[in-house]
């Protein structure tokens, strides 16, 4: 049963200890992405990656680590110094060789305390 | 990147055909236009994509004029499962693409 996954649905945490979230897919996706969603706006990117050992800044990475050492997952970790982490998270997958759609995980609530 | 604009929220009711624009007045010739519908607490789904004229599938069609500049998703008889977020994205679908969401369109269906 192919697709995306994250864990946990929902985190807490207190403020100023890191904190990370998986993002698993077995579709064979180059391409995952991390938004973030805060109540009632649009996604934001946070990080990219197109391939292995590479990602990218997106528009607002900082206070956010990233990174890509095996194809399937892309976990990421909210750092102390993202001032208001509190949100929810979504990663992405996309098979970038062709003109296909991205597929969601589920996300990631995190609330911080 | 295309930017793209759309209306923040549309109202609707039980049945009725909806009709949502997204103008993107940069976009390049490479670029492909593809919509995409959220429930809350979910992350997005892929309805439909499309270059030029139009596309439809089992849930909805997109209407793309000529000069591409714009695009209407069209869902005909709404449901109230309907209701959502939907956005439209403009990008050329390899692997340089940041796939950037906007604000998208809230849709409210009422019975």
């Known amino acids: 049963d192919g697709g995306i996954t994250q864990s946990p649905k929902y985190l807490f945490r207190k403020e100023g200890q890191n904190v990370t979230l998986s993002c698993e897919q077995n579709l064979n996706h180059d391409a995952m992405y991390w938004y973030r969603q805060d109540p009632g706006q649009g996604l934001r990117l946070i990080y990219y990656?197109?391939?292995?050992?590479?990602?990218q800044k997106g528009d607002i990475a900082e206070g956010y680590s990233v990174s890509r050492e095996k194809k399937e997952s892309f976990p990421l970790t909210v750092t102390s110094a993202q001032k208001n982490p509190t949100a929810f998270y979504l990663c992405?997958?996309?098979?970038?060789?062709?003109?296909?759609?991205?597929?969601f995980g589920q996300g990631t609530r995190l609330t911080v305390v | 990147l295309a930017k793209t604009t759309q209306p923040i929220s549309m109202d609707s009711y039980e049945g009725q055909e909806v009709n949502i624009t997204c103008s993107h007045n940069?976009?390049?010739?490479?670029?492909?236009i593809t919509w995409y519908q959220q429930f809350p607490s979910q992350g997005p789904r892929f309805i439909i994509q499309g270059y030029k004229t139009k596309v439809t599938n089992e849930v909805a069609s997109l209407f793309i004029p000529a000069d591409r500049k714009s695009s209407t998703l069209s869902l005909p008889r709404v449901s109230l499962s309907d209701t959502a977020v939907y956005y439209c994205?403009?990008?050329?679908?390899?692997?340089?693409?940041?796939?950037?969401f906007g604000g998208g369109t809230r849709l409210m269906v009422k019975p």
């Open positions: 994205l403009v990008g050329d679908n390899n692997a340089g693409n940041m796939l950037t």
């Open positions: 940069n976009i390049a010739t490479n670029d492909y």
């Open positions: 992405a997958s996309r098979d970038a060789t062709v003109n296909t759609e991205a597929f």
């Open positions: 990656s197109q391939i292995v050992n590479d990602f």
